[in-house]
């Protein structure tokens, strides 16, 4: 049985990467003053944080049409038996939850939506253990259950560079926002399952690293690890328009946890809308056992 794999770009994967991996990406759209743009098409991570920094430009994130994803399914479904999609988390957008229904109604037994409440660099962790399981022999129901087995077996954590982004996306108010950029205040957020969360904050942003770097040694021990075993975790890097930054990092976690294997890639522009540029994550991912 012939089985494709799709994701779209929270994943962070691009579409050239996608061509490499053998996987379908369907971009997300944005609306930018009026206009629809698609993220890696005709929408660059340059031309995206030129926009969002400009006050007068209004920019929000929006979904990939019923019409959009039926289309690429179809297509798909003219070489493969069966499709796995990996989407970004129900709990982040809509889009998860109106592919599973599109699946259940019009594809059932041939496309299995995957919703294991991951995005950016844990979201193409499943990606890329989908990926073997399918070399394994793994059909799509097979992998839709293994995968959503793990689903909780991940965390990120992100430290923002301002308050900006996530008062204009209604996370905090005006007043928390003047009064964090007054005393330099530096959130630290998480994502964990569904939701977005403020898990502390600090001033610095060497001090957001450590604390970060610190959470993580604590989820492998007490959230990731597998039968006493913590040989099994992937520890990656996201960031916002700091390159350089994010891979000063990478190096640090590579002396630190004793790693090489670190992904570091931009995070998706959807989150990137509401937390601006200048942000560093971490994320940490239990790798897909199959007992």
């Known amino acids: 049985m012939k089985v494709a794999i799709m994701t779209d770009s929270n994943s962070g994967i691009t579409q050239k990467e996608a061509q490499e991996l053998g996987v379908k990406v369907i971009p997300m759209p944005f609306m930018i003053n009026g206009e629809e743009y698609f993220e890696d098409i005709n929408l660059t991570q340059e031309q995206f944080y030129k926009l969002l920094e400009d006050d007068t430009a209004n920019v929000c994130t929006s979904q990939p049409s019923v019409g959009v994803i039926s289309s690429m399914w179809d297509e798909l479904l003219k070489e493969y038996d069966q499709i796995i999609y990996i989407p970004m988390s129900s709990g ?16 059932a037994g041939k496309v299995f939506v995957v919703d294991n409440h991951r995005i950016s660099i844990t979201q193409k962790r499943s990606v890329l253990d989908a990926i073997e399981l399918t070399k394994q ?148 991912t239990k790798a897909t056992i199959v007992e």
Do not use: W
Not at 98 to 107: H, I, P
């Open 92 to 107: 982040l957008s809509m889009s998860c939850n109106t592919a599973k229904t599109l699946a259940q109604n019009s594809y």
């Open 137 to 284: 022999g793994y059909d799509g129901a097979s992998v839709l259950e293994i995968l959503t087995k793990n689903m909780h077996n991940s965390t990120i954590y992100i430290t923002v560079d301002t308050l900006k982004y996530l008062c204009k996306g209604g996370r905090c108010s005006k007043g928390v926002y003047l009064m964090g950029t007054l005393l330099k205040i530096k959130p630290i957020l998480q994502i964990h399952g569904e939701k977005l969360d403020t898990f502390k904050k600090t001033r610095t942003l060497e001090n957001a690293k450590r604390i970060m770097k610190d959470q993580v040694k604590e989820d492998i021990k007490n959230l990731l690890a597998f039968d006493n075993r913590t040989d099994n975790i992937h520890i990656d890097v996201a960031y916002t328009k700091n390159e350089k930054e994010a891979l000063q990092f990478v190096e640090e976690i590579k002396n630190e946890f004793g790693i090489t294997n670190v992904i570091c890639n931009p995070l998706s522009l959807s989150v990137s809308c509401h937390i601006g540029p200048g942000a560093l994550a971490i994320g940490a």
